[in-house]
């Protein structure tokens, strides 16, 4: 079992930043590859980014690329960890409320979905304002 919890959403203007937290707990926490998903009104959740167990392997969107950054923190056997996106030069659209994921096992798929992922938080919003 995981638990996460993220915390850093808010208010922004198009270009500031933000460093989003998600406080990871439980007996794989340190060997769990970790993603961060998002929401935006009206669509499906979609991926953003993704971190293996080592914090040496790491996957975007494409129109994240360049401007969010996702690392992690913890001891590999250790149950609490930090997993972090930094974003900078925020746009409207990304516009979302932002999802923390856990998954159970090392590594990521080329190509994320939600349905890999086994654990998820609550969630924290993102606004962008124009």
């Known amino acids: 079992q995981v638990q996460l919890v993220e915390s850093g959403g808010g208010l922004v203007q198009a270009g500031g930043s933000l460093r989003l937290s998600c406080a990871v707990s439980?007996?794989?926490?340190?060997?769990?590859?970790m993603g961060w998903f998002r929401q935006a009104p009206g669509k499906e959740r979609a991926f953003v980014a993704a971190?293996?167990?080592?914090?040496?392997?790491?996957?975007?969107?494409?129109s994240v690329k360049g401007r969010f950054t996702i690392s992690r923190d913890g001891a590999h056997d250790s149950r609490t960890g930090t997993v972090y996106l930094q974003m900078t030069n925020l746009r409207p659209e990304d516009t979302a409320v932002y999802y923390c994921?856990?998954?159970?096992?090392?590594?990521?798929?080329?190509?994320?979905?939600?349905?890999?992922?086994?654990?998820w938080g609550q969630g924290t919003q993102v606004t962008v304002s124009s």
């Open positions: 994921a856990a998954r159970s096992a090392y590594v990521f798929d080329s190509d994320p979905h939600e349905y890999e992922f086994d654990y």
């Open positions: 439980g007996r794989s926490a340190g060997r769990s590859a």
């Open positions: 971190i293996n167990w080592s914090g040496s392997e790491t996957l975007y969107t494409d």
